[in-house]
């Protein structure tokens, strides 16, 4: 069990690094100043597309919430296995607890995507040439609900249910 936690933990701070690189290459690498490289580019795996990808505002948003989701079931687990808490019965690292929280970080991202798409005039043409200020704002709010999505999934739940009943008109 010892060594589980050890991974665990290990893999949070991982992950931590990780998504501050990604958000950082998002905010310093503008992704339209990549289009020319990338039209040039031959290959299907080139640096010139990992470069895109990974500054692009859909994949990095969506990178970043992928991490935050991993990052907050895996904070759960290790909080649950603390002392004054019950433990898991099982000493292994729960992998399903870590690819729920993934998965509703996904689902929090395509929220995001949807609700922006509803909303603005022209999302795509926003989104790509988005300001670092504006990468900042959506970034850190999608990261921030990924998280909470992979930590407490009962929020995403809640919060989930709550939007059901928002064209209700009983007050029930």
Known sequence: MKYSVILLA???VVGVIVWIWIFCYGITMPSVDLMEEL?????????????????????????LAIMMGYIGAAYSLLTIRRPDRSQIQDSRIDGRTLLCGVVRAFIVFLLFLSGSIIVLDNPIESLISSTPHQYIKVAASISVLSFLAGWKPELFVEAVASAEHLGDPSPE
């Open 10 to 12: 290990l893999g949070v």
């Open 39 to 63: 039209r040039d580019s031959k290959s299907l795996f080139s640096v010139e597309r990992f470069r895109w990808i990974i500054s692009n505002t859909f994949t990095n948003t969506a990178l």
